[in-house]
């Protein structure tokens, strides 16, 4: 099994945590990141990312409508390029 990029996310709290990046999917001029966790592996996470000038934020996806669009683009990806 391929080990997965990780990185660390400081949430609203201050609190730091680890997400392993399951992928970087860019639509139209927006870019999303599949995330999991690494202490709870079934979870993944949907986030957009946005660049500042001070960084990359991920912000959450609240429409139900952008999650499925970039759950298909994500099924497209994986059907033209499966995993060896």
């Excluded at 400081?10 to 399951?22: A, I, L, T, W």
């Excluded at 660049?51 to 139900?64: K, S």
């Amino acid at each position: 099994m391929k080990e997965r990029d990780v990185i660390t996310v400081q949430d609203e709290y201050g609190e730091e945590k680890q997400f392993s990046v399951e992928a970087l999917l860019s639509i139209k001029t927006e870019t999303y990141a599949l995330l999991t966790p690494k202490e709870k592996i079934e979870d993944t996470y949907i986030m957009q990312v946005k660049d500042e000038e001070d960084g990359q934020y991920l912000i959450g996806i609240n429409d139900p409508t952008k999650t499925s669009m970039v759950l298909d683009a994500y099924e497209i990806a994986v059907d033209a390029n499966p995993a060896d």
